[in-house]
Antibody
């Protein structure tokens, strides 16, 4: 069955960096556009970034101001999110999402000193 | 950026009642690329509707989506106990994609 498993979350200090990964299985990853979406504790959903199936088209939320970079490796069935200059307000569960319908269980990122 | 407004923060209804959730966009949603999600506590969201009115695989037919342009509606014809949750609308027609702030459907 379709599975998306995020990893790479954890506790980081403000100004630090993290790289999130999402391992996909159970479907043809290279056919799917993918996104990262996050949810701060007790808050709503926030879309962060989109990457097309080939990786040729990428979009970002304006609020990220160039701090985050999405990428994928279709040979490894993996999606990534490089997060730099992290802020306290980036604390959230980060979800990997395939074609709107397939969601991972999320990885928690906590930014705190 | 398209701002999505879900005007009702909380809907208090009883099982068996009809739920009508609204989502208004600040500008027209391209190609009616509007989705609805359901989220229960501690779980990832689940896609219910995409393309404004198409039910995702496995979604019961008591869920229906309607609308176009800037006004969209999710209707749950008869609430089942498992339908009490938070619902989000989401536009993916133009970048940046955006979400509404959510509507909580709670048991009255």
């Amino acid at each position: 069955q379709v599975q998306l498993v995020e990893s790479g979350g954890g506790l980081v200090k403000p100004g630090g960096s993290l790289r999130l990964s999402c391992a996909a299985s159970g479907f043809t990853f290279s056919d799917f556009h993918m996104s990262w979406i996050r949810q701060a504790p007790g808050k709503g959903l926030e879309w962060l970034s989109y990457i097309s199936s080939s990786g040729s088209t990428i979009y970002y939320a304006d609020s990220l101001k160039g701090r985050f970079t999405i990428s994928r490796d279709n040979a490894k069935n993996s999606l990534y999110l490089q997060m730099n200059s992290l802020r306290v307000e980036d604390t959230a569960i980060y979800y990997c999402v395939g074609r709107l319908r397939y969601w991972g269980q999320g990885t928690l990122v906590t930014v705190s000193s | 950026e398209i701002v999505l407004t879900q005007s009702t923060g909380t809907l208090s209804l009883s099982p068996g009642e009809r739920a009508t959730l609204s989502c208004r966009a600040s500008q027209s949603v391209s190609s009616d690329y509007l989705a609805w999600y359901q989220q229960k506590p501690g779980q990832a969201p689940r896609l219910l509707i995409y393309g404004a009115f198409t039910r995702a695989t496995g979604i019961p037919d008591r869920f229906s989506g309607s609308g176009s342009g800037t006004d969209f509606t999710l209707t749950i014809s008869r609430l089942e106990p498992e339908d009490f949750a938070v619902y989000y609308c989401h536009q993916y027609g133009s970048s940046p994609w955006t979400f509404g702030q959510g509507t909580k459907v709670e048991i009255k």
